[in-house]
């Protein structure tokens, strides 16, 4: 009994989306509800007997998308589409501005990378190839050994940092 009544309600869902989708195309939002002979619930789009109660639906809104501009297709990647179409009253930079912007951009880049690579090297220098000396507070060898592993996520850490900093560079246009 249950089985068959999960069916029914299973078969309901499907029949009101396909309902819903059917009166969406057609711009229509009259769905009916009816009970059928052996007492299980009928959608339609008409009520066309008096088992039937007109149900509420609200209109789904569609709205049209945006045409590409001349020259693009949809396989161009999106950020070339959304610069294509920035509005007209979009601020603009002058070309020695952007150059200057661009400069220290790639000065403070520069110096972050400077900062990594030293932090790199001191971190290496302290993990002394997975051999740090120990210190007077690490009697235990537990606290000697998390010191090296937290160096070692230490310097993966900085390598990663130095490696993006080194692909954001490159990204840079040369002036």
């Known amino acids: 009994m249950k089985r ?3 069916k029914t309600v299973l078969w309901s869902c499907s ?5 819903i989708g059917t009166a969406a195309s057609a711009q229509s939002s009259d769905i009916f509800v009816c009970t059928g002979e052996d ?7 008409t009520g066309n007997s008096k ?16 045409r590409m501009p001349a020259g693009r297709s949809a396989a161009q ?12 009253n979009f601020p603009r930079v002058d070309g020695d501005t952007q150059r200057t912007r661009d400069g220290d951009r790639r000065r403070i880049l520069e110096d972050e990378l400077r900062g990594e690579e030293e932090r790199l090297a001191k971190l290496k220098t302290d993990f002394n190839n997975g ?14 050994r998390e010191r090296t592993q937290r160096l070692q996520d230490d310097i993966a850490r900085t390598e990663n940092n130095v490696r993006a900093l080194l692909r954001e ?3 840079l246009k040369t002036q």
């Not at 007492?39 to 789009?45: A, H, L, R, Y």
């Not at 088992?51 to 945006?66: E, F, G």
């Not at 740090?132 to 000697?144: I, K, Q, S």
């Open 131 to 144: 051999e740090p000396e120990r210190r007077g507070d690490e009697r235990n060898f537990a606290l000697y």
């Open 15 to 19: 029949l009101i989306a396909t309902l």
């Open 77 to 88: 990647p999106a950020v070339e589409q959304r610069a294509a179409v920035s509005p007209a």
């Open 51 to 66: 088992s039937c109660k007109r149900m509420d639906v609200q209109p789904i809104l569609t709205v049209p998308a945006s």
């Open 4 to 6: 068959a009544a999960s």
């Open 39 to 45: 007492g299980q619930k009928v959608f339609q789009n």
């Open 169 to 171: 560079l490159s990204l």
